[in-house]
């Protein structure tokens, strides 16, 4: 029981800051609350794996910032003088969903009038560099909408456009940067993208063998499972199992199995408790394709993506480790902040 109470604790003190320390006090209580609801025989190898995969992809407020500091010193993308750099970029507040975009070009400005003393009101002096910077890109959809609809109807005729991002997946990457170039022949434009993360993550269905997101080896002898699988219009893609993946997020193979096999299970429950949930959300995490989920565990300070398990963060019945802010809530906040002047 002792060890069960340090790993509460331990994920506790990892998760302290998420959205402004708002989680449910005292915190190891949280997690033990949400451990709970897994089969007993499980709960305490799930707390050793998330103890350990959040340590190396939870990313609090100060590891963000870190990053940001990180990214404005990095010779290679603002050359010999970093404070003309930033003084001549215009920063790209063009997200069609979510708040991800505006907090962290709040917190870049924070950091870039420390390190040079003028925040990011104080640029867009040039004309030909923009900066988009978001915490992460999962299925690539949010980039490449925001940065086709900018291309056709604001960009300039020539740009530099650097997308900058804590966490970045393979596929989606791939995929908005296809999407994007196709946007950049139609509108006839010069414009050169270029990509910066902190991490890369791979998550494409051609690398499942060494994929960093929860992609199962085998589909769990689980009835409700089953008939999921079952009334999918296409099998499920699965990984051979022998290699937990690139990026070593994971203490082995076979505490990834056991994620991969209890996030399912539960995510296919959850799906039948909470029904105002859409197709999109599936059983690890929102995918439009028809897939098990996308399946990823990266979580930040400010918010859980809806890309992470179901067991992650639905609400109501489910009791969720990262209770999120959804984007409908989001925008609505927004509506009512610009109706009222931004008090609220």
Known sequence: MNQRIDLAASIANTIQDYRGGSLPQPIPDHVEHWVQQFDAAVQLPILQEIDHVLKKIYFSK??????????MRTQKLTGDRPDKFWRSASFLDIQGGGSSQTDMLALFSEQLEDEHGFGIDDCGQGDEVFIYLDDGIF????VRRDLENWIRDHAPAQAKVHVICIV??????YYASGKIQDAIRASGKTIGITWWRAIELEDRRAYSTTA???????????????????AMRYQ??????GNPGTANLFSSDTSKILLEQEFLKTGVHIRQI???LGDTQRPLGHMTLETLGFGSLIVTYRNCPNNAPLAFWVDAPWYPLFPRTSNTQTAMRRMFAD???GDL
């Open 274 to 276: 909470c029904h105002n």
């Open 168 to 173: 970045q997946h393979s596929g989606g990457q």
């Open 212 to 230: 960093d997101v929860l992609r199962p080896t085998a589909i769990p002898n689980d009835p409700a499972v089953q008939a999921y699988v079952a």
């Open 62 to 71: 100060e590891d963000v910032a870190k990053f940001l500091r990180g990214v």
């Open 339 to 341: 109706l009222t002047g």
């Open 236 to 241: 499920p893609t699965l990984r051979t199992a």
């Open 139 to 142: 299925t690539g959809n949010r």
